[in-house]
């Protein structure tokens, strides 16, 4: 069955080392739109920081932002799904976020609050093109439920071990755990993530199956929606857990990989292969 939707990541699938689309993946999505194709962005990102590349790789579909805890549409402005975190797990998640000397970034009605500007911080802040609003205590703040809440840490061995801890206190029932970066530890609902998010877009907003859809990521964040589609891709450089999972793996963002894997699976479609593989050595 041909793919009607292909679904995009944004940072470290079609956003490399520049905050731009590289011209010869923009060519390859008009390419695949010129095909009948839509073409979707869900990124952990928030909806304003993520709205730039919408609008630059031509989509017209909702945005799927924050790891999927909001879809919203561009066109009109319309909510179609908001996941926030519940206020009580807001507030021992950031008891122990800060109690583990964390920057805590929380995510409220679209704008990113801090406890205070950090070096880290504002280099997220130039990179995203959000200004960051230092409040002290993000306690003071909650007026309403958070989208999302991210701990910034300092290695991944740190973000490992952190997530796995949080874990081993909130099953996947009560909360999402993930990473989009190896430094973030990222907190949402339990029935916000990417996988989800895609599902609703595909069955309820456009009555297609998964075997219509193709998926592109490099994270664990990106792990639901590539295990949900018929194509998902992983990254050259995603985690091992994630390419796993993958049915094929392209090179890396910096080689153009997602104009590469439009072109496998879109433009000259390929038999699918009978296991995972690489983009290197078929499996079959």
């Known amino acids: 069955m041909p793919i009607t939707l292909l679904v995009l990541d944004l940072d470290g699938t079609i956003i490399g080392n520049r905050p731009e689309v590289r011209q010869a993946v923009l060519t390859a999505i008009q390419a695949a739109r010129r095909q009948g194709v839509k073409v979707a962005i869900a990124t952990g990102r928030m909806y304003r920081a993520a709205?730039?590349?919408?609008?630059?790789?031509g989509s017209e579909l909702p945005l799927i932002c924050y790891q999927g805890a909001?879809?919203?549409d561009p066109a009109d402005g319309r909510v179609l799904l908001h996941r926030?975190?519940?206020?009580?797990?807001?507030?021992?998640?950031?008891d122990f976020l800060e109690g583990e000397g964390l920057a805590v970034h929380l995510y409220l009605n679209d704008t990113l609050y801090v406890n205070e500007i950090?070096?880290?911080?504002?280099?997220?802040?130039?990179?995203?093109?959000?200004?960051?609003?230092?409040?002290?205590d993000l306690r003071r703040v909650l007026?309403?439920?958070?989208?999302?809440?991210?701990g910034h840490t300092d290695s991944e061995q740190t973000t490992d071990a952190l997530l796995k801890r949080l874990g081993e206190r909130y099953s996947r029932d009560v909360l999402y755990l993930t990473k989009s970066d190896p430094t973030f530890v990222e907190v949402t609902h339990p029935e916000a993530d990417k996988g989800l998010a895609v599902r609703f877009l595909a069955e309820q907003h456009l009555q297609i199956s998964?075997?219509?859809?193709?998926?592109v990521g490099d994270q664990l964040n990106d792990l639901e929606m590539i295990r949900y589609a018929a194509v998902g891709v992983a990254m050259g450089r995603a985690p091992a857990?994630?390419?796993?999972?993958?049915?094929?793996?392209?090179?890396?963002v910096e080689a153009?990989?997602?104009?590469?894997?439009?072109?496998?699976?879109?433009?000259?479609?390929?038999?699918?292969?009978?296991?995972?593989?690489s983009a290197i050595t078929p499996a079959c």
Not at 84 to 94: A, C, D, G, K, S
Not at 143 to 150: D, G, H
Not at 241 to 252: H, L
């Open 210 to 215: 998964p075997e219509q859809v193709m998926t």
């Open 256 to 277: 153009d990989g997602v104009a590469q894997a439009i072109e496998k699976f879109i433009l000259l479609p390929d038999p699918l292969p009978c296991t995972p593989t």
């Open 51 to 57: 709205l730039p590349f919408y609008r630059m790789v």
């Open 84 to 94: 926030p975190v519940p206020i009580e797990r807001t507030f021992e998640v950031l």
């Open 143 to 150: 007026t309403a439920e958070p989208t999302k809440i991210l």
């Open 241 to 252: 857990a994630v390419q796993a999972e993958a049915v094929w793996v392209a090179p890396d």
């Open 118 to 136: 950090t070096p880290a911080i504002r280099r997220y802040g130039e990179r995203t093109g959000v200004e960051p609003v230092p409040v002290g």
């Open 70 to 72: 909001l879809i919203k």
